[in-house]
């Protein structure tokens, strides 16, 4: 059997006001109980060798319209290659993609670049093609500004199913540590302080099976060593996520939450340094998710982020959830987590309803001082803006959205919101929760099975910002013709 091309999506740098944010995009379907089921035996994908799409014309831009950003990524050197399947067997994780971080690894002054990836599919047959690099890298950025493959030399190399990473000195040596959210067993990599991480995920009593998507580092007891807060997906022992779901006009595509069990998120305690069996200096961690109560909401996580939503003094957790409640851990100062999403009114949008939610932007959109929290959704629900208050209301245009940020592109002093988009289910499909309405995926006008597809953020598509009058969100980015 020849070998079959993996499915890929193309880090593209975007660069704006000497500002660099790294966009992926990746989709996925949802929300409604699939009417059929098919086991990974029973259905054929084109395989990304077969899919095709077309790019869309040229945005239709005035001879004065601003251009936010510029490509970058060939100059700097950055040849990273998200890498999933084969395709065929309809593995859940697929469907999701994978995160990165910028962090100043050798503490050199400059942000170097690190690169999840997934791989091969569990129950995926054939092989990729010949060189394929299927491990997360490490991308050091040199005095030119110009960034070098440093993965093997330096040991982050790991080959894990990834899906997305956290930073943070967790031994307060100075030097920044990395932990990797994988489906299945999570690694925790220290920094040696001389350009080189060793793997202590077994010694330090961190042990999280589940798919993990991602995780936020924080002081939740204020003792000034970092806990970790790890977000899990959904949990599936029948099939192990690789089954498909008919929707419409005999379409099969990937499952959405609805079909697995939520899964709990889980909270560790640093309990500080130790020694492994080898005396060599580690930090241990203890698990706390129970005594702190955070096993009483199982979600299907996508987001987590953290601060003081009350400005009690003490960091809380707010989790985006991809179906249910979106939970706010208040931190009741004893160790102990309460959720107040509901309460606080951010567990749900306006209308009161669970929605899609991904990914999460935290700052200060309206400018008065306090912080608010953007949610990115499904198609039909736009991302959610909730006030500091609690007051929701939808923020975008009509698209699934995936990651976003909230950052000053323009330096104008207003926080803008970028946005990035995406889908899998098959095009022309008609499925509600998507909208069903065009074709086009992030930027690129799709046939076929959207999964699979190259896809180049090489622009600001959709752009929105806080401004005066009301702090009103506008979209400030060039569109697609209609």
């Given at each position: 059997?020849?070998?079959?091309?993996?499915?890929?999506?193309?880090?593209?740098?975007?660069?704006a006001g000497g500002v660099a944010i790294a966009l992926l995009a990746v989709a996925v379907p949802y929300l409604v109980e699939p009417e059929r089921h098919f086991?990974?035996?029973e259905v054929t994908s084109p395989g990304a060798d077969k899919v095709e799409c077309e790019p869309p014309p040229e945005p239709m831009l005035s001879?004065?319209?601003?251009?936010?950003?510029?490509?970058?990524?060939?100059?700097?050197?950055?040849?990273?290659?998200?890498?999933?399947?084969p395709l065929g067997t309809y593995f859940m994780p697929e469907s999701v993609g994978a995160g990165g971080a910028l962090f100043d690894y050798d503490s050199d002054g400059d942000l170097d670049l690190y690169l999840v990836n997934c791989g091969k599919s569990p129950k995926a047959t054939g092989d990729f093609a010949p060189g394929t690099r299927t491990e997360n890298r490490l991308f050091r950025q040199e005095a030119n500004g110009t960034f070098r493959d440093v993965t093997a030399e330096s040991g982050l190399g790991d080959t894990?199913?990834?899906m997305g990473c956290a930073v943070a000195d967790i031994d307060n040596d100075g030097d920044a540590d990395v932990y990797i959210t994988n489906y299945g067993p999570d690694r925790l990599y220290l920094n040696n302080g001389d350009g080189t991480f060793r793997d202590i995920t077994a010694a330090s009593g961190i042990d999280n099976p589940d798919w993990g998507t991602?995780?936020?580092?924080?002081d939740y007891d204020r003792d000034g060593r970092l806990d970790l807060f790890v977000v899990n997906y959904a949990d599936d022992p029948k099939y192990?996520?690789?089954?498909?779901?008919?929707?419409?006009q005999g379409r099969v595509s990937y499952c959405g939450p609805l079909k697995f069990q939520p899964t709990v998120d889980r909270l560790y305690h640093n309990e500080g340094p130790a020694t492994d069996d080898g005396g060599r200096a580690i930090v241990r961690f203890r698990e706390v998710t129970h005594e702190a109560g955070i096993d009483t909401?199982?979600?299907?996580g996508f987001g987590v982020v953290s601060a003081d939503f009350n400005r009690d003094g003490w960091p809380d957790v707010y989790v985006a959830?991809?179906?249910?409640?979106?939970?706010?851990?208040?931190?009741?100062?004893?160790g102990t987590f309460k959720n107040e999403g509901g309460l606080r009114g951010v567990a749900f949008n306006q209308r009161g309803t669970p929605e899609g939610s991904m990914g999460i932007a935290l700052g200060d959109a309206d400018g008065d001082g306090h912080l608010d929290i953007v949610v990115s959704n499904l198609e039909t629900e736009g991302a959610s803006l909730f006030r500091n208050l609690g007051e929701g209301a939808a923020a975008t245009r009509p698209h699934t959205g995936w990651g976003t940020a909230l950052i000053d592109l323009d330096h104008d002093g207003n926080l803008d919101l970028p946005l990035v988009n995406g889908r899998v289910v098959p095009c022309r499909h008609g499925f509600a929760p998507h909208g069903g309405r065009s074709d086009r995926v992030g930027g690129r006008l799709c046939r076929r099975d959207c999964l699979g597809t190259r896809t180049h953020l090489r622009r600001s598509r959709q752009r929105w910002r806080s401004g005066p009058g009301g702090h009103q969100l506008r979209d400030a980015g060039p569109r697609l013709p209609e």
């Open positions: 059997m020849p070998p079959l091309r993996p499915s890929r999506i193309a880090l593209r740098w975007l660069l086991g990974p035996e001879a004065d319209s601003p251009r936010y950003f510029t490509d970058v990524t060939d100059k700097l050197g950055i040849d990273f290659e998200h890498v999933v399947g894990g199913y990834g991602c995780a936020v580092w924080f192990g996520h690789s089954i498909a779901c008919g929707f419409y909401h199982p979600t299907w959830s991809d179906a249910g409640m979106n939970p706010l851990w208040i931190n009741q100062q004893d």
